[in-house]
């Protein structure tokens, strides 16, 4: 058999790569790491804000289930309604007595101190029936100084209905 010979080109390309193909080569691995070090950043971004909402909405359920909870009436005799459930509040704007405000651990705090707040408003309905009837609305939102470029959506509002029969 006869052995063919090599030219000379195909010997220098089996050597290896060229400073020119490794500097290539760096150039696009950076490129990549740097636009996944970018999509870590949105997504620490998205579980912040994920976080905050579920907060929102654990901490204004909460204080709706315990306006839902307290009686109606504190002397049903005479129909003296319960002073946590007075018509008052706002859900714009903090109103000493219808709004809460909550640290990081989610425990109330003093008002310059808490990152979250929740405000509630209670309305007397109108109604036909022999009943009394309110409507609970709930917020809760960044406490004033805590807003950032997620405050507008890391928000959460609830409504509700309570009725006590008069006759």
Partial sequence: MRETKRSPRATRNDRGFS??????????LTIGLLSLAQMMVLSTNANSLSGRMTSCSALAKEQLERLKA?????AP??????????AGGDVNATVAGYSQFYDV?????????????????????????????????????PAAGMQDQ?????????????????G
């Fill in 105 to 141: 651990d989610g425990q109330p705090s003093a008002q310059g101190a808490g990152i979250l707040e929740v405000r509630w408003q209670i309305t007397d309905q109108v109604t036909a029936l022999p009943l009394q009837m309110i409507r609970i609305q709930m917020r809760c939102l």
């Fill in 70 to 74: 307290a009686p109606f009436f504190s």
């Fill in 150 to 166: 997620f405050a507008v959506i890391g928000e959460a509002r609830f409504t509700t209905l309570r009725t006590a029969n008069v």
């Fill in 19 to 28: 400073l020119i193909e490794v500097m290539v080569s760096i150039v696009i």
């Fill in 77 to 86: 005799a005479t129909l003296t309604r319960n002073p946590l459930l007075l």
